[in-house]
C-alpha cells in the first residue's frame, strides 16, 4: 500500500465519523423536541456506513497484483429511527394531550453518549493513521535525500 492509498483510507473514515458525530449531536439536542416542521416529535436518527472502494491508481494495479480491493468507508445514508414515543405525563406542556401526556422521542442520552464516545475514538484513530503516515513520509524523504 502507498503512501497516498494509506492517507485516502484514514480521509474516508475522518470524513464518515464526522457526520456520525454530526448524527449524534443532532439526536442529543432534539431529546426533548415536540414539534418538528414535518409534524410531531423529533425522531431519533442513525447513519448507515458501507465500506467503498478506493479507486486511485495505486488501488486498481494492486487489485490487479493481490486480486483484492482496497476499501475505505463512506455514509450511505441517514435512518430514521422508528421507536415508538416515550409518553411523559406533564398536563402544563403546551403539546400535551387530554390525558395530560406528552410524546417525547425515544432517546437514550446514555446510549447516545456512548455512541459520541466510539465516533470521537474512531475518529482520533483515524486522525492518528493520517499522522502516521505523513511521518513516514516525511522519514522516506529524509532517507530519500541521504
Do not use: C, W
Amino acid at each position: 500500500m502507498d503512501f497516498m492509498t494509506a492517507l485516502d483510507i484514514g480521509a474516508s473514515g475522518l470524513n464518515a465519523q464526522r457526520t456520525h458525530i454530526n448524527i449524534i449531536s443532532m439526536n442529543l439536542a432534539n431529546v426533548h423536541t415536540t414539534r418538528t416542521p414535518e409534524g410531531g416529535p423529533y425522531r431519533r436518527k442513525s447513519v448507515v456506513f458501507q465500506s467503498q472502494p478506493l479507486d486511485s491508481e495505486f488501488t486498481k494495479a494492486m487489485r490487479t497484483a493481490l486480486e483484492r480491493e482496497v476499501k475505505g468507508v463512506k455514509v450511505i445514508g441517514v435512518v430514521t429511527d422508528q421507536r415508538p414515543f416515550k409518553m411523559v405525563y406533564d398536563p402544563g406542556h403546551p403539546d400535551a394531550n387530554a390525558l395530560g401526556y406528552v410524546s417525547l422521542p425515544d432517546i437514550n442520552v446514555v446510549e447516545e453518549m456512548a455512541n459520541m464516545m466510539t465516533a470521537l475514538r474512531t475518529y482520533e484513530a483515524n486522525a492518528s493513521t493520517i499522522s502516521s503516515v505523513k511521518a513516514m513520509f516525511a522519514r522516506a524523504l529524509e532517507l530519500g535525500a541521504r
